[in-house]
């Protein structure tokens, strides 16, 4: 896609549309769908606390050290999660960063748990409709 900001141009009334436009695609549907698919087995066995009951939620954690000017410190982390929702017909797109979050240190506990509960608002603000026949799975 080629990047814009612009979605639209109003003025009492639609005045201009802005439409993405494809450029190329860099990665084959098999390939994405066949990721998406991992993702999503990760959040549904392991990254549950990502977990939106009645979606089906693709995503990653991450956590890394912070860099010093000598390597690295231990003691401080950086936490990440960034998924997408609803996985089979992406309506959010969210990363969650946390620079040195203060009790929970890792991906899966710090910055999973912040993307389900803005992935539940965000879903039902913009009325998302959950997967049909998706059952709630566990959440921490």
Do not use: C
Request: aromatic share 4%.
């Amino acid at each position: 896609m080629r990047p814009h900001i612009v979605d639209r141009i109003v003025d009492g009334e639609m005045v201009t549309n802005i439409s993405p436009k494809v450029i190329r695609q860099v990665i084959s549907p098999e390939a994405a769908a066949q990721v998406t698919e991992m993702l999503v087995y990760a959040v549904d066995t392991v990254l549950t606390t990502a977990a939106v009951p009645g979606y089906k939620v693709a995503g990653k954690s991450g956590t890394s050290e912070v860099p010093t000017l000598t390597g690295y410190d231990p003691e401080e982390t950086i936490a990440s999660f960034a998924g997408y929702v609803p996985a089979d017909d992406p309506q959010l797109a969210i990363l969650v960063v946390l620079d040195r979050p203060q009790k929970e240190h890792w991906g899966l506990t710090a910055a999973a748990p912040a993307f389900r509960e803005i992935a539940q608002r965000l879903l039902t603000l913009l009325a998302v409709p959950p997967d049909s026949g998706r059952t709630a799975v566990r959440v921490h």
